[in-house]
Structure formats: C-alpha cells, structure tokens
C-alpha cells in the first residue's frame, strides 16, 4: 500500500459508502474515507488525518458529480453530526442500508439469508419531520446568545440549527425551541459548560404524538431548579395548546448521559399518550420509544404476521420498554412476558396493558444484572 502524506492532494473517485455516510476511495491501495462523498463522485480530496490502515480525507473539488447526489436541503447538513445520508436521493440511500445489513450478516456474520438474495428494504412513509423525539444540547453564540443545536460528528461541538429548525423533527419544535430561547435570553439563564462543570441548561428536550396534540416540553439542567418556571410554564401552554406537560430533568452529573435520575414536572404529567398500531400508550420521558412512528407501524405488522403461526403460546419481549411490540404485535393472541430494566418503562409498559384492556401482573424480581441494577419482569396476559 503506498502512503500518503497529511495534506497532500489525491484525485479519487468514490467507490461506495460505509455506514457512517462516508464516501469509500482508494489510491495506490490506500483506502481513504471522505465525509461528504458519494458513490460515483470523482473529486479531489485532501489528507487530513492518517491511521494504522486508512486515512481520513477532505473534500476539495467535486470534479464529476455523482448521479446519486442529491442537495441536502439543510444549511447545517455539511457541519451537523445529524444525517449521514442527507447527499445521497432516498432511493440510494435505501440501496445502502440494505448492503450494509447484507455485509453485516455474511462478511461479519458468516451466514447467507433472504437479505443477500434480494429482499428488499421498505421505504418510511416519510423521509422528512418523521421523528418525535429531540434532545437538542444548548450552547453560547460567539455574541454571547444561548441557541440549541446538534453535535457536530465525533465531538461534543454543538452546531446552531437555523432558525431552530431540524428537518427531521416536526416544524412545532422549532417554535417551541424558540419560545424557551427567548425565556431563556430574557432572563439571562446561563448555559451549562461542560468543561467547567458550572451553568444550569444542559439540553431541551421535545417528545410529541403523532398529531402533535400531546407535546411533552424538558429542560435537563445542572441544578434542582429553574428561575421563573412559572413564566416559562405560561408561556408554551398559551402558545402551544398540544403541550400538556412541561418538565425539569435533573442531572447534576459529569456524563454523557442526556437525561438525569430526578424528574420535577411544572406542568401537567411526567407522560404523554400515543396510538400506534390501533393501541394507546403512555410514554415517559425516560422511556424508550420509536422515534418513526409510520415505520414503526410497518415493522410491528410485519412480526405480527411472522410470529401469528404460534398464537396461543407465549411471547417473550426482552427490552421492552413500554411495551410497544409486544403488546402491538400479540394482537391478542399471545400471553406476552416483558422485560426491562428501566423504571419508568416497567411502569408504562403496566399501565399500557390496562389503557388497552390486557391485564398485568407484576412476577417477583427473577434475576439482578450484573452492573448492580436490578431487572424487572412484567407479564402482559390476554
């Protein structure tokens, strides 16, 4: 393989892409990765990092488009850590994904399925403003602003969504977005720096229905209140009559981890309700949910028809979280044990059982992971 020297520029043509949205290249037999490339392109691409066994490439000149390239659509989709595949039209992008499950399961896996022999992927109802979820990180402007964004990819870089808006999330979220930005510069609320451990907001969080008429409003922060909680309350009900429940997550740890282990709600429940499937359920804020609803549909119906040559026996649902596949994919026709290890999951997954007339019972504690947490079965009877 010949080497390449950080900064030197190469002429390559893009040969396919990896999971990541990365363009794959190779010059000379050096494979070299360029974010931003797609299958088809010829470009010129700069060295900017070198690894054991690959280098990383920038993007100088796109000599020759590919014929798969499509605009993104969304100023920040060059910076922003958000969508791998926003270059590539929908149709190849579905071609990737199914290459990369196909890959996954012979080259990784060493066994040969109906996904190498051509089944196809099902496209998503929607492939924009499909997601009903949010965790948008807060930052500083350079002028000293709060604003909310996305990390820029592989770092905790926050990048400024336009206008509060992410195409992937419903058009809602970003006037909510806005109302809280402009509480929160009014009042002079300071942002969590997570260098120095001090600041109050650490992230927004939005969870929302299908029909936005059950909105669930969070702000994560760095302490155990929110000055002026009420003016803020005030102001998204009245703009805002599909948010029934607004919320502080408390999370005063030096982690990753988005949500805390304390929920104080200023508003309403520490839930919302959803129907999928014809079924309701009740979702907490630290509850696991699909964030695609329309594709989630499409899933839970096909394992309703894969697994209903067994109805009368018992289906056991690991992670279930709020109960969702089991209870959506029984119809009915299954005795359905769930299990879970997060609190507020067991509990909604309990009550969505009795919102939808399946009766539940609580099994004693059966096993203790070995983290130290504790895992809890729920059985789900027709």
């Known amino acids: 393989m010949a080497r390449l ?3 030197e520029v190469i002429e390559v043509t893009v040969d396919s892409m990896g999971g990541d949205g990365a363009g794959v290249c190779r010059h000379n037999g050096a ?3 360029v974010p931003g490339g797609v299958a088809g392109d010829i470009m010129t691409v700069r060295i900017i990092k070198e690894y054991k066994n690959y280098y990383i490439g920038k993007i100088e000149q796109i000599t020759v488009p590919s014929p798969e390239r499509a605009e993104p659509g969304c100023p920040a989709a060059a910076k922003c850590g958000g969508c791998a ?3 590539v039209n929908y149709e190849f992008e579905l071609i990737i994904k199914r290459q990369t499950v196909a890959d996954a399961l012979t080259r990784l896996g060493g066994v040969d399925t ?4 051509g089944i196809e992927i099902v496209p998503s109802p929607k492939i924009d403003r499909y997601r009903n979820k949010a965790q948008y990180p807060f930052a500083v402007t350079p002028v000293g602003r709060a604003c909310v964004g996305l990390y820029a990819p592989h770092s905790h870089r926050v990048v400024p969504l336009p206008g509060h808006d992410c195409l992937l999330q419903p058009e809602i979220y970003a006037r909510i977005s806005e109302t809280v930005l402009n509480f929160v510069n009014e009042y002079n609320i300071p942002v969590y720096d997570e260098g120095s451990h001090t600041g109050l907001l650490r992230h927004l969080y939005i969870r ?3 029909g936005e008429e059950n909105i669930a409003v969070c702000l994560v922060i760095n302490g155990g209140s929110l000055p002026r909680a009420g003016e803020l309350v005030k102001r998204l009900t009245a703009g805002f009559p599909g948010v029934k429940s607004v919320s502080l997550s408390v999370n005063r740890e030096r982690t990753n981890v988005v949500m805390g282990d304390k929920t104080v709600v200023l508003h309403g429940e520490n839930h919302i309700e959803d129907t999928l499937c014809g079924l309701r359920f009740r979702i907490s804020l630290n509850s696991f949910y699909q964030v695609n609803r329309g594709q989630t549909e499409n899933l839970y119906n096909h394992i309703a028809e894969l697994i209903m040559p067994y109805a009368g026996g018992v289906l056991l649902d ?3 979280g709020v109960g969702t596949i089991g209870l959506c994919a029984s119809r009915g026709k299954f005795d359905v044990m769930g299990v879970e290890i997060v609190p ?3 509990t909604d997954a309990r009550a969505n059982a009795s919102l939808n007339g ?3 019972q609580l099994s004693k504690i059966l096993f203790q992971i070995i983290c130290g947490r504790y895992g809890f079965v729920y059985f789900f009877t027709t």
Do not use: H
């Open 208 to 210: 929302s229905s299908a």
């Open 358 to 360: 399946i009766g539940s």
């Open 114 to 117: 109906e996904v190498t022999n």
């Open 318 to 320: 690991l992670y279930c």
């Open 31 to 33: 494979v070299v990765f």
């Open 344 to 346: 507020e999951a067991v």
């Open 85 to 87: 595949y926003r270059s």
């Open 5 to 7: 020297a950080k900064n």
